[in-house]
């Protein structure tokens, strides 16, 4: 993906399982993963990290963002609908379905 080394820091937060923090000049130089990250199948592990790496070379979700990510992971919009199913059914209690 060609970014730049990027500082991680885990975190146990609400909400999101993963950020980038800018840092000056809107570039971003850290990954804050939500510790419960590493509880995902290894697989979206991957996406995650791909996901906030991404961010590091292109700001928002634009077609910019999707087509960096896309080349690095192709499976890119199949495993992000798998997150959020899984994300809706486990982080927000919706466990029945």
Known sequence: MGAEE?????????GRVAATDPA???????????????QLPIH???YVVAYELAHVRVSGHGPEYWRLLGRALPEC???KSEL???GRRVWMGD???
């Open 6 to 14: 990027v500082r991680c820091a885990f975190r146990a937060g609400r």
């Open 24 to 38: 000056q000049g809107g570039r971003h130089t850290r990954a804050l993963l939500h510790w419960a990250t590493f």
């Open 44 to 46: 979206l592990v991957d």
């Open 77 to 79: 919009r199949r495993l």
């Open 84 to 86: 959020d199913e899984l």
């Open 95 to 97: 466990l029945a379905s």
